[in-house]
């Protein structure tokens, strides 16, 4: 029958590991600046020379053209917020080359300067610059950058990149295509997208569908209505009154609308751009080593055309490589090419689904539902006839016209005042927004907290996004740990032909045979083995094939996505032993951690481990099977460096387990003796790097000193004296390039580098950051660490690495995200290295790292009622098998502003712009970082006052889902990666910028805004019941002192530590039943664990802070403080919503706000 398998896996099974994901989207390059920090590429000068002018100060300047927003508060029903009415314009792109004209308006006598604060004994309040956000690198030197962001608008055509962006590859051959082949469209094949697709409208007069939620105005779900939940997709049925689900197919217009449905209005907008095919490229651009020699491990092209497809679906120059500009000056001088690479553009296309001989029933992108529905139009095959039984998945219902025309307004757009309602706290944290999209599709959608978008409705054109000054953008969490996986086994895995999109719940089957992409719309024929289908075990019924059931899914690679047999698991050890490493006792316990887990680490039979310990000299360690003990080699030629026996220092774990732990217990006492005190870390990475080259692995460094001899030696830069200087924060960037570019070598050799600081003293974070940061790798940092002196720090380290030993992990891995024509991906943030354009480099993956990415919207969606979204990681696993798991997410397309701002996820905006804020701290300034933040909130609560109010009041108006946007504002200026006037170590400061663009959303949302708690009082009322276990459910409350009570006892998770403050007349019962103690004056100074007493009260915290921490990978350390504990200012930095000497409060920060808004 067939080979296929399918089979759902649990997250506790083998470690599974991340497969690529491409985006083969085009990647136009608009005229405009680009809304990211830290990756972008050239500013446009033209508008670089024209400041903008006084006001909101982030936005290109211009005439204000207020557009009315399709959908606003008017009683009655207005027009459906999904395609313009007749006669109603659309809104368009601008020219290309011309700024985008919507800004809001000025006030009638705007000030002639920028914003000034006012004149106030409170401490002024953060600077408002009123220009664009990258200055012409050009210009960096002789001008600062301002601190304003232009949203959402690509970069603009790069030259010749310089070596950083990407050094010269040698040709890579596919399975497919010979290395040197240019791909070019046969002549017969159509220009892409060349007609204007035909328009598709949602009847205004449909009822809404059957278990439809009550909906709104704007589509959305009230409140009351949970969620759908995340089950698979009930089958297919046919509604007769279906739309079709996305553009139509670009074939031969129909001469006048279908019989069956309801008249439909012209395209008002223009013809799709780009309807020439761009210029060929070598498929040699997805391939090739970071260095410039090719190695064995290369292996971006392994899904054949897969991750590194021939041909991708879009036009237009590519993205830059996702680098901080402010790099380039360490890349040296740029290096050639091959020839005939044209770098500015993809691959051209092959035919598209236009010149297939469409039968007469493919002039809209019909389900089969719809075809059933549209008699005339099938005359040609018939109609694929589905059982009964429900709603398929990749159907539009029709509901979703109806959802836009209840004339209440939805709970997301309710006007909230933010100066009168002082408690807009929710009791619980944040739930994500629910997309507005017919049920059927949203039960399927891909979970938030794999992936989410800053804006759950996606803007119909660029302009429309410009004007609702909110950042377009998405998050991941692609590898996370899931407790259930469908897991497909299969020898076809079904892609589309053009772009390379994966099958998924969201495409369209025109009839049996046929499926239409849901990311480039092209036509694809129905292989005859994804015909059987092997959970039901039944023939022909494709749409019921779990990979049109589940939008997160995993395949089981066949071995074309391979260009050499799947790596083992290989694990290297890099182990500062100089006196201060001795001295904080870190190597007793890893020795004895990694003893303790050496049979769980992941891997199979083919499983290496190898040692290197460094001081002044590197220690390399003879493990090869036969000897009777380890033997020591040392080289002490630290500047030419060299592997004395490179055959017997990477052994097999199973083979020489015996000799392995001969070592970890000898390694401790070793060096307990030792005087040096010099480090000659980078010859230790150098030599580390030449031993994992021909395998590719994992490269774990522990270093606790600052690198003080050989290559990458550094000199302490920071000066504690101007730790709280409120001027600007120097040295965010690295020293060297040392570490960077040997991250890049790393990285080719599908090698990641994880680096655990363990100091008391300063290490220059920022510099050796960059070994992990661009090798895909992770920071671990323990500052003052001592194994006496901080035993919370100890238990914390203990635990971490106990999750870094035992958890899964992808080796060799790459990723793309893939979303609809028209829509472009402009800048990554998180770790890795981006090897083109889109194709991001991952030769570790770990479930604990998050990505996130900008988009801009390069052409108009007017004909689009949803678009998708899809990332795609292509990994080994640690038992050798080459994986590949997809998510794909599916969002409605509006064109009115206030349906923008209703669905507008204000943690992910606020995520986001945390890792644009990190970048632009080290490219332009701390200072400038912290204005654009602000801006940001100044301006998207601007707009939503001037263009979706409809009756303007007094005071500082917010709609619901943005309540808490100032306050997440505020938090981040609060926070230790921006926050200024306090004394923060350099170290700690770099540190929570590298937390900020790298942990997944859930996580760093506590760094920026904590969670507090009264936990002294803990009942059982609401509690949640979990394996026998119940745990308390206390509200949140706000991070202000007013809600601390001296009688009582409060929690603050601040997502890495955990603070239990104990108030001076706290109750005696909470003291003896939860801590132990008979009264305050006995609890212990540095107590960081709860005692395990046998009462209720005991059990009912610990449950509630051992829940609280099960919900994140990493062990946050436990601090309970007295008001007289060390620890004490750490706990009250974090009450945001008090004033400072060198913060203002939340009330004056809003009263900021609103003079800048009403100016």
Request: aromatic letters at 8%.
């Amino acid at each position: 029958m067939s080979s296929a398998g399918f089979n759902s896996q649990n997250g506790t099974g083998q470690a599974y590991a991340n497969g690529p994901s491409q985006n083969p989207v085009a990647m136009q390059q608009l005229p405009g600046v680009s809304y990211g920090m830290t990756h972008q590429p050239t500013y446009n000068p033209m508008q670089a020379k024209a400041p903008a002018p006084p006001g909101p100060g982030l936005y290109p300047s211009g005439p204000y053209q207020p557009v009315p927003p399709v959908s606003s508060y008017q009683q009655g029903p207005p027009p459906s917020s999904y395609p313009a009415a007749p006669g109603q314009p659309l809104l368009t792109r601008p020219p290309m080359g011309v700024a985008p004209s919507h800004t809001p308006p000025q006030s009638a006598s705007p000030s002639p300067g920028p914003r000034l604060p006012p004149a106030q004994a409170t401490p002024p309040p953060p600077a408002v610059s009123s220009s664009n956000y990258y200055a012409n690198p050009q210009q960096q030197q002789q001008q600062p950058m301002p601190p304003a962001w232009q949203y959402n608008t690509s970069p603009p055509p790069m030259g010749p990149p310089s070596s950083m962006s990407a050094s010269p590859r040698g040709p890579v051959a596919n399975h497919v295509n010979p290395a040197t082949s240019v791909r070019a469209p046969p002549p017969s094949s159509a220009p892409y997208s060349a007609a204007p697709p035909a328009p598709v409208s949602l009847s205004a007069t449909q009822p809404p569908g059957p278990g439809m939620p009550p909906t709104s105005l704007h589509g959305y779900i009230q409140p009351g209505t949970a969620p759908p939940p995340m089950n698979p997709m009930p089958p297919h049925t046919y509604q007769p009154s279906r739309a079709p689900y996305g553009p139509p197919p670009t074939g031969p217009p129909p001469t006048g609308p279908p019989p069956t449905m309801k008249p439909t209005p012209p395209p008002t907008g223009p013809p799709m751009a780009n309807a020439t095919p761009p210029p060929p490229k070598a498929d040699a651009q997805c391939g090739g080593a970071v260095n410039s020699t090719q190695s064995p491990t290369e292996h971006d092209c392994q899904e054949g055309d897969i991750e590194c497809p021939g041909t991708v679906a879009g036009n237009g120059p590519q993205a830059s490589n996702s680098y901080n500009h402010v790099d380039n000056k360490m890349a040296g001088p740029p290096q050639p090419g091959p020839p005939g690479r044209h770098l500015g553009h993809y691959p051209s296309l092959p035919p598209g689904y236009q010149q297939t001989p469409a039968p007469h029933n493919a002039t809209s992108p019909m389900h089969p539902a719809m075809q059933a529905a549209t008699q005339p139009y099938t005359q040609a095959p018939q109609p694929y006839q589905q059982p009964p039984g429900g709603p398929g998945p990749a159907q539009l219902s029709p509901s979703l016209a109806a959802m836009s025309l209840q004339s209440s307004t939805p709970e997301a757009l309710r006007v909230v005042n933010l100066l009168q309602e002082r408690n807009l706290l929710p009791p619980s944290p944040v739930p994500a927004p629910t997309p507005c999209l017919p049920q059927d599709l949203q039960k399927i959608n891909c979970h938030p907290e794999v992936f989410r978008s800053t804006l759950t409705s996606i803007p119909q054109t660029q302009s429309l996004l410009n004007k609702a000054k909110m950042p377009l953008g998405l998050l991941l969490h692609p590898f996370k740990d899931l407790s259930q996986l469908p897991v497909v086994t299969s020898s076809t895995i079904v892609r589309c032909r053009s772009c390379r999109t994966y099958i998924n719940p969201f495409v369209s089957f025109l009839d049996q045979r046929r499926w239409k992409c849901n990311l480039c719309y092209r036509v694809n024929d129905v292989p005859e083995e994804f015909m059987y289908n092997p959970v039901s075990r039944s023939y022909g019924e494709p749409h019921k094939r779990p990979e049109v059931q589940n939008a997160t899914i995993e395949f089981i690679a066949p071995s074309e996505y391979m260009l050499r047999p799947p790596q083992p698991a290989v694990y290297l050890f890099v182990l500062d032993v100089s006196h201060n490493a001795v001295e904080t006792g870190y190597l007793n316990v890893f020795c004895q951690s990694l003893l303790d887990n050496i049979n769980a680490l992941p891997g199979d039979s083919r499983t290496k481990v190898g040692f290197i310990t460094f001081d002044s000299t590197i220690h390399f360690y003879n493990l090869q099977e036969g000897l009777s003990q380890p033997q020591m080699l040392i080289v002490s030629d630290i500047e030419d460096i060299f592997l004395p026996t490179p055959d017997s220092l990477l052994v097999n774990l199973n083979e020489c387990k015996e000799l392995v732990q001969d070592l970890l217990k000898s390694l401790p006492t070793l060096f307990e003796k030792t005087m040096e005190t010099q480090s000659a870390l980078g010859s230790a990475l150098q030599a580390a790097f030449k031993l994992l080259s021909p395998t590719g692995g994992r490269m774990s460094v522990f270093q606790t000193q600052l690198p003080n001899l050989g290559v990458g030696a550094l000199q302490s830069r920071e000066d504690p004296n101007q730790r709280a200087s409120a001027k600007d924060i120097q040295h965010l960037s690295p020293a060297t390039d040392f570490y960077k570019k040997l991250a890049l070598d790393c990285s080719g050799q599908q090698v990641a580098v994880d680096l655990f600081l363990l100091s008391a003293q300063y290490c220059d974070l920022a510099s050796l950051g960059c070994i992990s940061r661009f090798s895909a790798g992770s920071v671990y940092y323990f500052p003052s660490y001592h194994h006496q002196h901080n035993p919370a720090q100890v238990e914390r380290f203990q635990k971490e690495l106990k999750r870094y030993l035992t958890r899964k992990i992808g080796f060799e891995a790459v990723m793309r995200i893939r979303c609809t024509k028209g829509l472009s991906i402009h800048t990554f943030h998180g770790n890795f290295f981006v090897r083109s354009t889109d194709l991001l480099s991952l030769p570790n993956v770990n479930p604990d790292a998050g990505f996130a990415v900008q988009m801009s919207i390069e052409e108009n969606l007017d004909d689009m009622q949803v678009v998708s979204f899809q990332a795609a990681l292509l990994y080994t696993s640690s038992k050798g098998e080459r994986r590949i798991r997809v998510h794909t997410l599916c969002l409605p397309v509006v064109n009115s502003l206030s349906d923008i701002f209703a669905g507008a996820d204000v943690q992910a905006i606020t995520g986001l712009l945390a890792c644009m804020a990190v970048d632009r701290s080290v490219t332009a300034s701390l200072s400038d970082a912290r204005d654009a933040m602000t801006n940001a909130a100044i301006d998207s609560l601007m707009s939503y006052r001037q263009s979706v109010l409809t009756i303007q009041q007094p005071g500082l108006l917010a709609p619901a889902c943005l309540r808490l946007f100032p306050l997440f504002i505020l938090a981040l200026l609060k926070q230790k990666a921006f926050r200024t006037g306090t004394s923060t170590r350099l170290d700690d400061r770099v540190f929570a910028m590298l937390q900020l663009k790298y942990q997944p959303l859930a996580y760093s949302m506590l760094m920026i805004h904590p969670a507090l708690y009264r936990i002294d009082d803990l009942t059982d009322e609401g509690a949640l019941n979990i394996n026998d276990r119940t745990i308390p459910q206390p509200r949140l409350l706000q991070l202000s002192v007013e809600k601390l009570s001296r009688e009582a006892a409060f929690l603050m998770d601040a997502g890495m530590v955990m603070y239990l403050w104990i108030g001076r007349n706290c109750n005696p019962n909470f003291l003896s039943q939860v801590l132990g103690v008979p009264n305050y004056a006995t609890v212990p100074e540095n107590m960081y664990l709860l005692p395990e007493l046998d009462t209720a009260e005991s059990q009912r915290t610990r449950a509630f802070i051992g829940w609280l921490k099960e919900q994140r990978p990493f062990s946050p350390s436990l601090h309970v403080i007295r008001d007289e504990s060390q620890l004490k200012p750490s706990f009250m930095q974090n009450m945001i919503e008090d004033r400072t000497e060198s913060a203002l409060s939340y009330y004056e920060f809003l009263l900021h706000l609103q003079q800048q808004i009403s100016k």
